[in-house]
């Protein structure tokens, strides 16, 4: 972790330096010696004591699978940043270098399991069975998500930062006090919560830190820190490497490659079987990058230089898992190329399906809003009616 100071400029009234800037991205583009790594940005398998033998099933299909998860989740992700900037979405929020990060995570997860995501966890959506799609109205604005978030056991997406760490924390506790923690490992379930650095700084995030403490709560609290909070860097935000927050809260705390999908699942792994045998909750910090902007109405050029983005271009989750199936494991070009034409077909469909979608009616504002309607909206329905015939019925 670089020294905090190092973004504050001597002169306050003057921008930070260039060379302030990579002072500071070189002392955390490491992510220091706590890091969990088990391949290299060069695609070299190496060994980690205590979480290696978390991962000692995975083999050639295995990583296959997970490289193919991240090829196929990249892609639709690229389509919609291109629908929203020919505006066919009014919004798109890409996940764009973290996708090892969360496919490790979610593939880490069992059926039974939970889990609360923020807004740009289109790959553990991915992992939960639940179509790409279905994540096209929330961007759109003709749903908030079309999925049964208890039948997926995925929770629709949180807009507001860090809210969903208490919807999570209350979850589980739930699930520790209805028995589902520590009995039996065929039946035994945990909570995942994902957000990103810039949440640490909310309030409710600290507060489900403690009432998850509080109450051993089976929750692991899955911080995926891309190194910006919009337009905030982490050296702004804390003055100790993220995952080392949970002492003070008096639970474990771990650093995990984020752009090591073998890393990423074995620390998961870990972390869900510590909640759900009982030894909950869990932070995780996956140290990953944003490589696209925050959101497609951010413009990251205007606070973030071009250096930093070529440095961890070196890192890129993908062509790690490729390089090692290559040289290591001797995969051929006709895997890749198979990826590849499905990832296209893929984003065909996306693109096709999202052009498709009609707009919905203004009287959907009265449908789906309460499990049981009550008088008033029903009067309000009738007086919104009336109005609309008014007008001939037209929209």
């Known amino acids: 972790m670089s020294d905090p100071q190092s973004w504050v400029p001597t002169d306050p009234r003057s921008a930070p330096t260039r060379e302030h800037v990579l002072s500071g991205l070189h002392g955390l583009d490491e992510g220091g010696p706590e890091l969990v790594q088990l391949l290299t940005p060069?695609?070299?398998?190496?060994?980690?004591?205590?979480?290696?033998?978390?991962?000692?099933?995975?083999?050639?299909?295995?990583?296959?699978?997970?490289?193919?998860?991240?090829?196929?989740?990249?892609?639709?992700?690229?389509?919609?940043?291109?629908?929203?900037?020919?505006?066919?979405?009014?919004?798109?929020?890409?996940?764009?270098?973290?996708?090892?990060?969360?496919?490790?995570?979610?593939?880490?997860?069992?059926?039974?399991?939970?889990?609360?995501?923020?807004?740009?966890?289109?790959?553990?959506?991915?992992?939960?069975?639940?179509?790409?799609?279905?994540?096209?109205?929330?961007?759109?604005?003709?749903?908030?998500?079309?999925?049964?978030?208890?039948?997926?056991?995925?929770?629709?997406y949180t807009i507001v930062i860090g809210n969903q760490c208490l919807n999570a924390t209350g979850y589980a506790m739930g699930q520790k006090f209805e028995g589902r923690v520590g009995g039996d490992s065929e039946t035994d379930e945990a909570t995942m919560c994902f957000f990103g650095d810039g949440a640490t700084s909310q309030g409710d995030v600290h507060e489900g830190f403690v009432w998850a403490a509080a109450f051993d709560a089976p929750v692991v609290f899955y911080c995926q820190n891309n190194q910006w909070a919009i337009s905030v860097p982490l050296e702004k935000q804390t003055r100790v490497p993220l995952f080392q927050r949970a002492r003070g809260y008096g639970f474990p705390g771990v650093r995990v490659d984020g752009n090591d999908v073998l890393a990423c699942l074995a620390v998961s792994r870990w972390a869900l079987e510590e909640c759900r045998t009982g030894n909950g909750p869990v932070l995780v910090e996956a140290f990953t990058y944003r490589m696209d902007a925050h959101t497609t109405s951010d413009d990251p050029s205007r606070y973030r230089l071009a250096d930093e983005l070529e440095l961890w271009k070196l890192k890129d989750p993908i062509e790690r898992v490729r390089v090692h199936l290559v040289r290591e494991l001797g995969v051929g070009s006709e895997f890749f190329d198979s990826v590849q034409e499905e990832s296209d077909a893929l984003a065909a469909r996306f693109r096709a399906f999202c052009l498709a979608m009609p707009d919905p009616g203004p009287e959907r504002m009265f449908s789906e809003v309460y499990a049981d309607r009550s008088a008033r909206l029903e009067a309000q329905q009738a007086d919104y009616l009336a109005y609309h015939a008014s007008f001939g019925g037209e929209r």
């Not at 060994?47 to 990583?63: K, M, N, S, Y």
């Not at 690229?78 to 929020?93: H, S, T």
Request: hydrophobic content about 40%; overall charge negative.
């Open 42 to 156: 060069e695609g070299l398998r190496v060994d980690d004591e205590r979480f290696g033998g978390r991962v000692a099933d995975v083999g050639v299909e295995e990583l296959k699978g997970y490289y193919r998860d991240m090829v196929l989740v990249r892609r639709f992700d690229r389509e919609g940043n291109a629908l929203q900037r020919q505006g066919e979405l009014g919004i798109w929020v890409p996940l764009l270098g973290q996708e090892a990060a969360q496919i490790g995570a979610g593939r880490a997860l069992t059926s039974r399991d939970m889990v609360f995501p923020s807004y740009r966890e289109h790959g553990v959506a991915w992992c939960r069975g639940i179509d790409p799609t279905a994540l096209l109205g929330i961007f759109r604005g003709t749903d908030h998500g079309s999925w049964d978030p208890l039948e997926a056991r995925f929770h629709l």
